[in-house]
């Protein structure tokens, strides 16, 4: 299990990008009177075929090249702090069409773990890939905040050579 839900969420938000999605956009709902979060992972990459998904979902399936054993760990450590936080964890997926992980959890469960770095783990999905749209849609009571890294990307002054060679901090930027 992770210490922070930030880093369950980058798990997943890598498979995403292992998939070719273009778009991966990441939903974090607290919502404290139905003692209730939400973390939904949608993405628009290759999908799984029905027994893909099957094998994941029953045998923690992986398609990973270069591993010893074909497990892989993510989905199924989301899945177990999900379930152990008397909530629900659901994987829906259409070949070519793209990937929803969802994962509740009851908020004041006394093994829930905290969210953690949300904005590391978005750091981090736009350094692996700086051309993808990487969202974050968070909302906590009347709280709101969204994030698009491609979002006035193309307005943006060209970069010169100062910027080239920042990498991840020029690509991403608000
Ligand atoms: N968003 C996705 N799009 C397409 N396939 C996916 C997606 N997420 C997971 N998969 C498939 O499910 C498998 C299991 O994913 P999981 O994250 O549990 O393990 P892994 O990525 O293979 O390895 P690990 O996360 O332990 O490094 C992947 O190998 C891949 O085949
Ligand atoms: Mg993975």
């Not at 702090?81 to 997926?93: L, V």
């Not at 992980?101 to 953690?116: C, E, I, N, W």
């Not at 009347?142 to 100062?162: A, C, I, L, V, Y």
Request: some cysteine; charged content about 25%.
């Amino acid at each position: 299990m992770f210490d922070q839900l930030s880093l369950n969420i980058l798990d997943i938000g890598m498979n995403s990008l292992a998939a070719g999605a273009t778009v991966v956009r990441i939903t974090v709902i607290e919502d404290v009177p139905h003692d209730q979060l939400l973390i939904r992972i949608r993405d628009n990459g290759r999908g799984m075929d029905e027994k893909t998904l099957r094998d994941v979902l029953a045998k923690n399936a992986s398609t990973k090249a270069g591993r010893k054993k074909p497990i892989g760990l993510g989905l199924a450590l989301l899945r177990q702090t999900s379930e152990m936080c008397d909530g629900a964890f659901r994987i829906q997926s259409a070949p070519g069409k793209g990937t929803g992980v969802t994962a509740s959890m009851r908020l004041s469960h006394v093994d829930r773990p905290p969210l953690g770095d949300l904005n590391a783990t978005i750091f981090a999905l736009c350094a692996v890939n700086q051309d993808a749209d990487v969202q974050l849609h968070y909302r906590s009571g009347d709280q709101k905040f969204h994030f698009s890294s491609q979002e006035g990307k193309h307005n943006e002054p060209r970069r010169t050579q100062e910027t080239q060679g920042k990498g991840a901090a020029a690509g991403c930027a608000a």
